[in-house]
């Protein structure tokens, strides 16, 4: 009995159980279904949807004349350079000159004491008046010995004597103007005077100090002559036919610009080729003066020296950054009328500075993309931004309506 009372209960939890879950696994309304796969197929087209066309910026190529130049790296040279030694051995009485200071010819730099040569000077010309004073008398007795050998009176010898004796005096007042010219030159080494326009370095020396002609070593100062300048640099002598017809038709100039600058401080006319090619580098020496008004530059300085050779005509020119390397070459994405970007392979035969000078693969007029590559391949659908060359700011092409159309997307009500 107890047996069958269990069996009742569980049929009737059974029947409860199939009534409470019939209603939830019964088969959905049409109009829903149809909603529910309307919305399944969506998903996959809104997702193509949400993937946005990539957007780029592109810039015009143009044609133009461009200059071939040449950068390399030179070092500003002085075009004189002295080092201040002493001519004479003397105690050093005065310094008129500091480390660094600026000079011009003339100025005095150092005095050395003088007396011992002035006074030599002095007893020189007490010997020249000595002898001019001999010479006087040596006259007057010459012409007495001639007077009296010609009246018969004195002889000839006698005559001949006083001639010698005059001609002895003149020399001997010749070596006393040759001896005093000497010891005037003595006392001019005694005044050191700046020989040239220029910057003064170390001052070696000071009051007190022995300076001799024998003394070796860095001498008292160096003076550099800091305008103009030269700045001498090395170009391949693959370049040297093209140099040489440059300078046939104009006077090359160099611009002069240190490094971290793009702005020329200096420049001036090309004015020396070397006359051999050396053979360990393959390179020619060049130089070119600059005049350095502003004093910019500075003997010893590295800098980077431009060089016009010639010039590309025609060349088509476009903004560096749209050139892109590949593993099939160099190449730039242009930009077609259909919106759609072809890779078109270029030839960059020169940079200057933010342009590339391209020889074939572009024309002008061509818009190449210069921001949005990393996603770009050929044949992408793209949204152009051409880029305000005027202003450096990108502009939307008003070619491009799509890119102010909204993105539909699917809802399922």
């Given at each position: 009995m107890k047996r069958l009372g269990l069996a009742v209960v569980f049929v009737i939890l059974a029947g409860l159980g199939y009534v409470y879950l019939l209603p939830h696994t019964s088969s959905p309304p049409a109009g829903k279904a149809i909603a529910t796969t309307t919305a399944a197929a969506g998903k996959p087209a809104g997702k193509g949807r949400s993937a946005a066309v990539p957007s780029i910026v592109a810039a015009t190529a143009k044609t133009q004349d461009v200059p071939i130049t040449k950068t390399v790296v030179g070092n500003i040279e002085p075009i004189a350079t002295v080092v201040i030694k002493p001519q004479a051995d003397g105690v050093v009485t005065v310094t008129n000159v500091q480390d660094g200071q600026m000079v011009k010819t003339g100025d005095v730099l150092f005095q050395l004491d003088d007396r011992t040569i002035r006074a030599t000077i002095d007893k020189d010309k007490a010997a020249l008046a000595k002898d001019q004073a001999n010479l006087e008398s040596a006259s007057q007795d010459l012409a007495a010995a001639q007077d009296l050998s010609n009246r018969k009176i004195g002889t000839l010898q006698q005559a001949y004597q006083a001639l010698a004796a005059v001609n002895a005096l003149k020399a001997s007042i010749g070596m006393d103007n040759?001896?005093?010219?000497?010891?005037?030159?003595?006392?001019?080494?005694?005044?050191?005077?700046?020989?040239?326009?220029?910057?003064?370095g170390v001052v070696n020396t000071s009051v007190g100090n022995l300076v001799r002609t024998a003394d070796t070593g860095a001498g008292l100062l160096t003076i550099t002559r800091m305008a103009p300048l030269r700045v001498s640099f090395t170009v391949a002598e693959s370049d040297l036919p093209t140099l040489r017809d440059a300078m046939k038709d104009r006077p090359l100039n160099v611009l002069i610009r240190v490094p971290g600058s793009k702005n020329v401080v200096a420049s001036g006319p090309l004015n020396f080729v070397d006359s051999s090619v050396d053979t360990a580098s393959g390179t020619i020496v060049l130089k070119a003066e600059v005049t350095n008004e502003n004093g910019a530059l500075w003997p010893g300085q590295y800098v980077t020296a431009t060089v016009e050779i010639g010039t590309h005509k025609g060349a088509v020119t476009v903004p560096l950054i749209a050139i892109q390397q590949g593993s099939d070459g160099t190449f730039a994405f242009v930009v077609k009328p259909d919106k759609t970007v072809a890779k078109q392979m270029v030839t960059v035969v020169e940079t200057?500075?933010?342009?590339?000078?391209?020889?074939?693969?572009?024309?002008?007029?061509?818009?190449?993309?210069?921001?949005?590559?990393?996603?770009l391949q050929d044949g992408s659908t793209v949204i152009e931004t051409l880029a305000d060359e005027s202003s450096g700011n990108p502009t939307v092409s008003v070619n491009d309506t799509s890119a102010t159309d909204p993105i539909k997307t699917d809802t399922v009500r």
């Open positions: 040759a001896q005093i010219q000497a010891d005037e030159v003595q006392l001019s080494y005694m005044t050191i005077t700046a020989p040239i326009d220029g910057r003064v200057v500075g933010d342009t590339a000078v391209t020889t074939a693969g572009l024309k002008s007029g061509d818009h190449v993309v210069v921001d949005g590559q990393l996603h």
